[in-house]
Every structure is written in C-alpha cells, then in structure tokens.
C-alpha cells in the first residue's frame, strides 16, 4: 500500500512565517514516539516540485553504518533515475553515519521531486569488521523488512541486523523525511503581482 510523505509547505507570507514554528512545536513528535510506522512501506513523494530533507534523528546500535539515497523509482522494486553524485564504488549519495554525523543535523537530496517519486536509500555497516560491506536497500524486495517508515510524522528506521536475528525495534538508525513543495516561476510571478497591488491600495 502506498504511503505519502507528511506535507510541509514552505512559508511565503509574514503571517505563515510567524504561524510556522508554533505548528512545528504543537505537531512535532516526542523522540520516543516516533519509533513507529510500517515495516517496508516505500517512501513517497506526495506533491510536486519539492525539496526533500532527510533530519539524523540519532540511532541505538553498536555497529556502524552509513545512509545512502540510491535515486528515485516508479515503484518500490525499481531506481528509474541513479541518484547524482554517488560516492565512488556507486552505492550512492552518501547522508549520514549513525555513529558520526551530528543529531538533528539535515541534508537535501539532489534534485527536485514530484507527486508519485518512490525514494530509494540504502544501508551498508563499516564496521566491526565481520559485518562490514553488508548492506540493505530499499529497491530490493527481500530487505524491505529492514526498513520502517511512518508518513505521518516522516519517521525512516533502519534494523541493521538481518531479521528474523534482530530485535526488531528499528532504532538503529533513526531518520525524519519530509517534502516542501518549492513555487514555480508561474506562482512566483502571480505572487509578485498580488504584492505589487496590495502595496499599490496601502499607498
């Protein structure tokens, strides 16, 4: 069943700007209440021209891995389009470490999305060494289980042991994904007219 990214317009008016962080605050969950979503369920972009922001929640696990976004698919079973600027053995755009990157700590994949763009990422443990090159991916069908995702409040977890030998709390490495919508060059000149005229009758 498909899931859909929490929606999270960006602000373009004072008002909306002032309303914003009081939002943020009253919908913003608890970091224990997060922990919870659908096993497998694909991440989905649910509007078009957007940003998307991945957030390093922080993670609970004793081995090390790394975060990739593997590039965009129709379907949770394919990459259509590899993501831009993969590391150099191709595994993909590197995000974040659980053991390294900083809490709360934000970056924007590469791009622009639309409305229907199934987001492909990837999990590979460095370390200890008897783990290390192992991997999860989300365009793989037999490691979807490895993956938790919530769309309502954009809460991505990963399991880094192999089920069914883990614990299956999916706090390993924990992750917020969410999608502004950016206006196009159509919207911002409607929006530069209304701010002309709305000066012009204040005069």
């Given at each position: 069943?498909?899931?859909h990214?929490?929606?999270?317009?960006?602000p373009?008016?004072?008002?909306?700007?002032l309303?914003?962080?009081?939002?943020l605050?009253?919908t913003?969950p608890?970091?224990?209440s997060?922990?919870?979503?659908?096993v497998?369920?694909?991440?989905?972009?649910?509007?078009?021209?957007?940003?998307?922001?991945?957030?390093?929640?922080?993670?609970?696990?004793?081995?090390?891995?790394?975060?990739?976004?593997?590039?965009?698919?129709?379907?949770?079973?394919l990459?259509?389009?590899?993501?831009?600027?993969?590391?150099?053995?191709?595994?993909g755009?590197?995000?974040?470490?659980?053991?390294?990157s900083?809490?709360?700590?934000?970056?924007?994949?590469p791009?622009l999305?639309?409305?229907?763009?199934?987001?492909h990422?990837?999990y590979?443990?460095?370390?200890?060494?008897?783990?290390?090159?192992?991997?999860?991916?989300?365009?793989v069908?037999?490691?979807?289980?490895?993956?938790?995702?919530n769309?309502?409040?954009?809460?991505?977890?990963?399991?880094?042991?192999?089920?069914?030998?883990?614990d299956?709390?999916?706090?390993?490495?924990?992750?917020?994904?969410?999608?502004?919508?950016?206006?196009g060059?159509?919207?911002?000149?409607c929006?530069?007219?209304?701010?002309?005229?709305?000066?012009?009758?204040?005069?």
């Amino acid at each position: 069943m498909r899931k859909h990214i929490a929606r999270s317009h960006r602000p373009w008016t004072l008002t909306g700007m002032l309303v914003l962080p009081l939002l943020l605050a009253s919908t913003t969950p608890t970091y224990g209440s997060i922990v919870t979503g659908e096993v497998g369920a694909p991440v989905v972009v649910d509007q078009n021209n957007a940003i998307v922001t991945v957030e390093f929640l922080g993670g609970h696990a004793g081995y090390t891995g790394e975060l990739f976004f593997r590039g965009v698919g129709i379907d949770p079973h394919l990459i259509t389009t590899l993501a831009p600027d993969s590391d150099e053995i191709g595994r993909g755009f590197r995000l974040f470490n659980n053991h390294t990157s900083q809490v709360g700590s934000t970056i924007e994949l590469p791009g622009l999305f639309n409305e229907g763009d199934v987001l492909h990422f990837g999990y590979e443990l460095l370390a200890p060494k008897r783990v290390a090159g192992q991997g999860f991916y989300t365009d793989v069908a037999d490691d979807h289980v490895q993956f938790m995702f919530n769309a309502t409040t954009g809460f991505f977890g990963i399991e880094d042991l192999r089920l069914p030998w883990s614990d299956e709390d999916y706090n390993d490495a924990m992750f917020r994904v969410t999608a502004a919508s950016i206006p196009g060059p159509g919207a911002l000149a409607c929006m530069s007219l209304l701010l002309g005229f709305q000066r012009r009758r204040r005069r």
